[in-house]
């Protein structure tokens, strides 16, 4: 199969990487928590040294707007950063024609400056995303195939699948993932 990996593409695999990462989710929901609960805690704290009731009922509302508008943030926030990341990491392989073949004991991959061969034993993991299937290796590297550029996606789903049973490899499907 023949492709190129685009920005969106690299966009997407890490969206979905921090996704999967205990350590971001744990640090979303405590950015939206803890600050809420400050506010809240200041709004029913400040009444006591004789502010006005006008300081308790901005805590509080602040308290509330936090929980509602902090996720819109926050999601805007990591697609902004990754974007940056992407490209001054990633912007030299862009649109580079990459033929990759899969078979049941290998992958082959070759671009225009490189060839990689990789045996199927140090696959992880295979992600299956709405938009791509993301195979992570043992060595923390993935190899991404977006689903609208690899042609006959029924015929990989089956490579794959042989793959999942022949190395016992963890098939994670996500049908409904985005990032939120």
């Known amino acids: ?30 950015n939206k928590v803890v600050p809420a609960i400050v506010f809240f ?13 006008a300081f308790t009922l901005i ?3 602040i308290s509330v ?3 509602f508008v902090y996720p819109i943030w926050d999601k805007r926030l990591y697609i902004n ?5 992407i490209s001054e990491n990633y912007q030299n392989n862009f649109d580079k024609n990459v033929d990759l073949i899969l078979s049941s004991e290998e ?18 993991e295979i992600n299956d995303v709405p938009n791509a299937f993301y195979l992570k290796l043992k060595s923390s590297q993935s ?16 490579i ?10 963890n098939y994670n499907e996500f049908p409904d993932w985005k990032w939120k």
């Open 1 to 30: 199969m023949n492709y190129n990996l685009d920005a969106e593409d690299y966009l997407n695999y890490q969206l979905f990487n921090a996704s999967q990462s205990k350590n971001i989710r744990n640090k979303r929901k405590r």
């Open 41 to 53: 805690v200041l709004g029913i704290i400040v009444p006591g040294f004789d502010f006005t009731e």
């Open 59 to 61: 805590y509080i509302s």
């Open 65 to 67: 707007l936090w929980i």
């Open 81 to 85: 950063h990754y974007k940056k990341y």
């Open 107 to 124: 992958v082959f991959m070759k671009d225009g400056s490189s060839e990689s061969k990789i045996n199927l034993i140090e696959l992880q």
């Open 143 to 158: 190899i991404i195939l977006p689903k609208h550029k690899i042609g006959n996606l029924n015929e990989v789903k089956e």
């Open 160 to 169: 794959l699948n042989v793959i999942k049973e022949k190395y016992s490899v």
